[in-house]
């Protein structure tokens, strides 16, 4: 019998676990920064309501239909035709992530004890306050090899969740993590509102400049709504192949958005009033800049440093471990449903494995390391093939087969739970799938070599 999640509640708070990780955390503010402040807030929302939403629908629908592994899947529904491929393209881009993602996973675990024991902010002799945080930074990284410690402890720690299973394991950690990720966001944002100058942010989130929505805004934005609803990773099929019969895909795909998006706005919120306080807003919010630098030098101006920044990464490795178990998820399910692996053995060939190769991402980031691809470190190899190709050609097959090629009727019927729903929104949905995403979807793919 296949493990179903056992509540509404439960089904929801893993899905809202897997959607709500770093990328609200560093790329949302990041990409904010980059592409014009709260015109592409704007973008953004409607990228949600317009292409995530009917997304994640199709893969409920697919998931729930077919109640297998992101592959299986396909070759239940069709089992003639190759489109089992397509869940083939989510796995790999699922494992890769989740190889660099689990070194990521590791550094907010690291800087959450560093800030616990004050380490992280005793000042480097020689340097002001601000070079003192980045060149940490840069030598944890690329000098030490104390980031595979926590990686591993990391990897330990999704092992010991996942051997658990789907509702005892993944549900259980989910009901108990997500209140509490809400909880500590809620309390950044109080603080950071308290702020002296932090209109300033707020106004600079919130007030569209119309002017400044141009074509990579946009493009910028798709992207960032499909990393971030955690799209075409196979991590959706796999966990709608959990949801009981009864549940409402729709209600489902609303809330999770929704919350998704809360937890954007909030990082926003909490973001950019701070930084502008501190007069940082000069400095790069990218990437790992932003959680690993430009805040611990807010924490440092604010008044019990220590307290706010040991806070502030237990919420990232909360957000971080949500995540990651749900991509992890994608391969033991693959594993189990195809080779008819124990679950215990198929969590420990994934996490095995993944820390093999998460040794080596981390690695490549080392001074000097030998582990180049195309130019860039391992990790932002992976990085970018994953998320920039990956992805997008992944979502773009499910919604062609979802909206063109899956047996006839089957996306209404789950839709409405075989008519016992009301069809509101499906005809909206279904349009959506069928000629808006596919198109913008091809686009997004195509738009780095336009
Ligand atoms: N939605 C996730 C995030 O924003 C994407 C993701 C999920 C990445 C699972 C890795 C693992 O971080």
Known sequence: MKAKFSSKIGLIAATVGSAVGLGNVWRFPA?????????????????????????????????????????????????????????????????????????????????????????????????????????????????????????????????????????????????????????????????????????????????????????????NALGQAFFSLSLGMGILITYAAYYPKGADLRKTAFTVSALDLLVAVLMGIIIFPAVLSFGLEGESLRGITLVFVTLPEVFNNMSLTCLWSSLFFITLSVAAITSTISISEVSIAFLQDRFKMSRKKACMLVLGSCAVFSTLCSLSLTRGSSLVICGMPLFDFLDTVATNILLPVCSLFICIYAGWIAPRGLMISQLTNDGTLKGSLCGFILFCIKYVAPPAILIILISPYL
């Open 31 to 219: 990409e904010v920064q980059e592409n014009g402040g709260a015109a592409f807030l704007l973008v953004y929302v409607l990228c949600v309501i317009v292409l995530g939403i009917p997304v994640m629908l199709s893969e409920f629908s697919l998931g729930r239909a077919g109640g297998s592994d992101a592959v299986g899947t396909f070759k239940i529904l069709s089992p003639k035709r190759p489109w089992w491929l397509t869940g083939v393209i989510g796995l790999v881009a699922s494992y890769l992530i989740l190889c660099f993602y689990m070194v990521v996973a590791g550094w907010t675990l690291e800087y959450t004890v560093q800030s616990v024991t004050g380490e992280l902010y005793k000042p480097v002799e020689g340097m002001d306050l601000q070079g003192s945080f980045a060149s940490h930074m840069q030598d944890y990284i690329e000098g030490s090899y104390s980031p595979l410690i926590f990686t591993y402890i990391m990897i330990a720690l999704n092992l010991a969740i996942l051997v658990g299973g789907v509702s005892k394991g993944i549900e259980r950690i989910s009901n108990l993590l997500m209140p509490l990720l809400f909880l500590l966001l809620l309390i950044f944002c109080c603080v950071s509102l308290s702020l002296p100058g932090a209109s300033k942010g707020l106004s600079y989130f919130f007030n569209p400049d119309f002017s400044k929505i141009t074509p990579k805004v946009i493009i």
